[in-house]
């Protein structure tokens, strides 16, 4: 996986320190078992606002600010967050909402989204004394614009992790069979979007990528690579690169759409291609809310890496769109028997996830949590079986027809 490997040493050294600074003679080891949150309160107002965190033993942190949209990023070492259902669905003062899950494996982050400019005032933790459990403290003071700037440019040159080592692609290892990457989306922090009954796309389209991968590996004709294949939030240029990386003939991103209440009821599958102009208003609509993706985890990856960018060259590109055209129509003809699609299911925007240069790629979304019926089918293993066999014989039908002869003969 493509993790950071600076930062995740940090969280893992300061993982380390805090288990063993925490862990007095009498208390049980469990020095491997994360720390756990127990309760999470907001108090103050526009000019000064509190974040007080409950937890079972005392922890690290780290705290910084990102601009457009204002937030507050905590970064801490992974943490089992036992709170209650909502938690951070609404907010106080200057904090309007806030989220929190997994980043890497080792480490978790904790997202405010502030509705003005703050300067983060404190930021500690503080052990558990007879009366009160361990706690986490943050401490926001409104400010102006100017110095959020000023502050977020100077964090960003002290603290901001590496940008993720350009990649180039990878031999084979000698195994001629394609590689098809999969991607789960969203992950960790970033939950995607939600059932009314608190279903969560990050699971349904984790549990169904593993399907699809398992029918893709039976046949013994291909590999498969996973940009995730656990609760973790990978960034939508990091999914990119672990395709690239490994040599990816194909690139399938999973995911599961949601209406906002009130705004119909639309149903069914829908595959997308790359198009810097959205096929219709309710493409650029998703598009714009995939590519949120790095904004909610707190993660701004404000460049194109510079291999990808580099790399645009028209003729490849080019060829590349037509095979991702060519396996979308593919995807979509196998999928009408075994899925009910979309009333358009062939759509195209300009999602960042499908932005390989070389790498034919699409995105599938599954159904509308939003919709009883989707929702319905989106939990059904008999569903998610027959689903997923209909995109590995998609798969399968577009290496046999179209790329199978020519990428061999260009490797
Ligand atoms: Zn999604």
Same mark, same amino acid.
């Given at each position: 996986?493509?993790?950071?490997?600076?930062?995740?040493?940090?969280?893992?050294?300061?993982?380390?320190?805090?288990?063993? #600074?925490?862990?007095?003679?009498?208390?049980?080891?469990? #020095?491997?078992?994360?720390?756990?949150?127990?309760? #999470?309160?907001?108090?103050?107002?526009?000019?000064?606002?509190? !974040?007080?965190?409950?937890?079972?033993?005392?922890?690290?942190?780290?705290?910084?600010?990102?601009?457009?949209?204002?937030?507050?990023?905590?970064?801490?070492?992974?943490?089992?967050?036992?709170?209650?259902?909502?938690?951070?669905?609404?907010?106080?003062?200057? *904090?309007?909402?806030?989220?929190?899950?997994?980043?890497?494996?080792?480490?978790?982050?904790?997202?405010?989204?502030?509705?003005?400019?703050?300067?983060?005032?404190?930021?500690?933790?503080?052990?558990?004394?007879?009366?009160?459990?361990?706690?986490?403290?943050?401490?926001?003071?409104?400010?102006?614009?100017?110095?959020?700037?000023?502050?977020?440019?100077?964090?960003?040159?002290?603290?901001?992790?590496?940008?993720?080592?350009?990649?180039?692609?990878?031999?084979?290892?000698?195994?001629?069979?394609?590689?098809?990457?999969?991607?789960?989306? %969203?992950?960790?922090?970033?939950?995607?979007?939600?059932?009314?009954?608190?279903?969560?796309?990050?699971?349904?389209?984790?549990?169904?990528?593993?399907?699809?991968?398992?029918?893709?590996?039976?046949?013994?004709?291909?590999?498969?690579?996973?940009?995730?294949?656990?609760?973790?939030?990978?960034?939508?240029?990091?999914?990119?690169?672990?395709?690239?990386?490994?040599?990816?003939?194909? !690139?399938?991103? *999973?995911?599961?759409?949601?209406?906002? %209440?009130?705004?119909?009821?639309?149903?069914?599958?829908?595959?997308?291609?790359?198009?810097?102009? #959205?096929?219709?208003?309710?493409?650029?609509?998703?598009?714009?809310?995939?590519?949120?993706?790095?904004?909610?985890?707190?993660?701004?990856?404000?460049?194109?890496?510079?291999?990808?960018?580099?790399?645009? *060259?028209?003729?490849?590109?080019?060829?590349?769109?037509?095979?991702?055209?060519?396996?979308? %129509?593919?995807?979509?003809?196998?999928?009408?028997?075994?899925?009910?699609?979309?009333?358009?299911?062939?759509?195209?925007?300009?999602?960042?996830?499908?932005?390989?240069?070389?790498?034919?790629?699409?995105?599938?979304?599954?159904?509308?949590?939003?919709?009883?019926?989707?929702?319905?089918?989106?939990?059904?293993?008999?569903?998610?079986?027959?689903?997923?066999?209909? *995109?590995?014989?998609?798969?399968?039908?577009?290496?046999?027809?179209?790329?199978?002869?020519?990428?061999?003969?260009?490797?």
């Amino acid at each position: 996986m493509a993790v950071r490997a600076a930062s995740w040493a940090f969280l893992g050294l300061i993982f380390a320190v805090a288990a063993s #600074a925490a862990e007095g003679p009498l208390v049980v080891p469990a #020095a491997d078992s994360p720390p756990v949150a127990t309760a #999470a309160r907001l108090g103050g107002d526009e000019s000064q606002t509190r !974040f007080v965190l409950d937890l079972s033993r005392k922890i690290d942190l780290h705290a910084f600010t990102l601009a457009d949209p204002y937030r507050v990023v905590l970064d801490i070492p992974q943490v089992t967050f036992a709170l209650a259902p909502k938690t951070g669905e609404s907010g106080r003062g200057l *904090i309007k909402a806030f989220r929190f899950g997994l980043v890497m494996p080792g480490g978790s982050r904790m997202v405010f989204d502030l509705s003005k400019p703050v300067r983060i005032d404190k930021a500690f933790a503080i052990d558990a004394s007879v009366d009160a459990p361990a706690r986490l403290v943050l401490e926001l003071v409104a400010t102006d614009r100017e110095s959020f700037l000023r502050k977020v440019a100077l964090e960003s040159r002290l603290t901001r992790p590496e940008a993720p080592s350009a990649g180039r692609p990878q031999t084979n290892g000698g195994d001629p069979r394609p590689l098809v990457a999969l991607d789960p989306g %969203h992950g960790g922090i970033d939950t995607g979007t939600k059932g009314p009954n608190g279903e969560q796309e990050k699971d349904i389209v984790l549990d169904f990528a593993q399907r699809l991968r398992a029918r893709i590996e039976k046949s013994g004709k291909y590999r498969v690579v996973m940009t995730r294949s656990d609760d973790t939030f990978v960034a939508l240029a990091d999914r990119v690169h672990i395709a690239r990386n490994a040599g990816a003939a194909l !690139f399938v991103s *999973i995911h599961a759409d949601a209406l906002p %209440h009130g705004e119909g009821d639309a149903q069914g599958a829908s595959v997308y291609t790359l198009s810097e102009t #959205a096929s219709d208003s309710e493409a650029a609509r998703l598009a714009e809310k995939e590519n949120r993706a790095d904004v909610i985890a707190g993660v701004d990856l404000k460049t194109e890496p510079d291999d990808v960018a580099g790399i645009l *060259i028209d003729l490849a590109e080019r060829e590349t769109k037509s095979f991702s055209v060519q396996f979308a %129509h593919k995807l979509v003809a196998e999928m009408k028997p075994a899925a009910r699609l979309h009333k358009t299911p062939l759509k195209s925007a300009g999602f960042r996830v499908l932005r390989a240069p070389d790498v034919p790629s699409v995105l599938v979304e599954l159904g509308y949590v939003s919709n009883r019926q989707d929702l319905q089918s989106l939990l059904s293993d008999h569903w998610r079986n027959r689903t997923a066999d209909s *995109i590995a014989q998609a798969i399968d039908g577009y290496f046999a027809t179209h790329v199978a002869g020519a990428r061999a003969g260009a490797n």
